[in-house]
């Protein structure tokens, strides 16, 4: 069974910095589409960033140019690096791959922004 850990948030101040790491196993990162997706108070989940088998990556509007995605595949995890942080960003933020039509999720990370 796939598993994919995150770890990295935490409360941070309006404008600060934060970076997320989801650690997977029994998969390989760089084997399927991957992204980053965060679920904010009392709404839906939504997308943050992609990142495609070739590198390719794709952000929300609300989170270009601030909002970073990247994959080390010799440590098999994916990175949210999250700058100018805004306190619309609180929310849960999970790990995502999909893999032959499933999507595997972490257990999700809170990132919580104060104004």
């Known amino acids: 069974q796939v598993q994919l850990v995150e770890s990295g948030g935490g409360l941070v101040q309006t404008g600060g910095s934060l970076r997320l790491s989801c650690a997977a196993s029994?998969?390989?990162?760089?084997?399927?589409?991957m992204g980053w997706y965060r679920q904010p108070p009392g709404k839906q989940r939504e997308l943050v960033a992609t990142i495609t088998r070739g590198g390719i990556t794709n952000y929300a509007d609300s989170v270009k140019g601030r909002f970073t995605i990247s994959r080390d595949n010799a440590k098999n995890t994916i990175y949210l690096q999250m700058n100018s942080l805004k306190p619309e960003d609180t929310a849960v933020y999970y790990c995502n791959q999909r893999m032959l039509g499933h999507d595997y999720w972490g257990q999700g990370t809170q990132v919580t922004v104060s104004s």
């Open positions: 029994r998969t390989i990162v760089s084997s399927n589409p």
